[in-house]
């Protein structure tokens, strides 16, 4: 880990952050997808799975402009966030309430890109990159229109399927 002096060092920092938070998602999500899931929830993942796959290759390209590169950093955040993603997966009996517990996993992993991106966008503003800021502006508008597709899904379908599920065991 290299020492942070000044916020340009704290900007690639939090860009080498969010990089790895990415290729932990897309490994992630590849894993999610080898398994049953409703066709919308599907979509969603799938969706999310390109643009996150999109997003490993713009941060590298981003963290190159800057002549940095892309490995360095560990996100613990997403770790732990997708650690507790497969535990609640697992614990899961009934198909509807594991489909609502990804929906909670993936909305958790989401809101901490929401932060990351905001955050780096904040500080390529600060720092007047301008084209930076935009382009990252652009990846945070991603992140949330999947969080505001699974509102939507969660509350339209998937939790009333999660509401109904009786387990007789």
């Known amino acids: 880990m290299e020492r942070i002096f000044n916020l340009e060092d704290l900007l690639v920092e939090q860009l080498r952050d969010r990089y790895d938070a990415a290729i932990q998602q897309v490994k992630t999500l590849e894993k999610i997808l080898e398994h049953t899931l409703s066709p919308q929830l599907t979509e969603v993942f799938a969706n999310c799975l390109e643009y996150t796959r999109e997003h490993v290759a713009r941060l590298s390209e981003i963290l190159k ?3 940095k590169v892309a490995t360095g950093e560990t ?11 497969w535990e609640l997966f697992d614990r899961s009996v009934d198909t509807p ?9 993936l909305q958790h992993i989401n809101h901490h890109d929401i932060a990351g991106y905001g955050t780096c966008c904040a500080y390529a503003r600060a720092l007047q990159k301008e084209v930076l800021a935009s382009e990252l502006h652009q ?10 597709a699974l509102s939507k899904l969660a509350e339209q379908t998937i939790n009333k399927q999660a509401k109904a599920a009786v387990i007789n065991y």
Not at 100 to 105: C, I, K, Y
């Open 65 to 67: 402009s800057l002549s």
């Open 75 to 85: 996100c613990e955040g997403t770790e732990g966030l997708i650690r507790e993603a």
């Open 139 to 148: 990846m945070l508008e991603e992140v949330k229109s999947t969080d505001q």
């Open 97 to 105: 309430v594991r489909e609502a517990g990804l929906v909670t996993s």
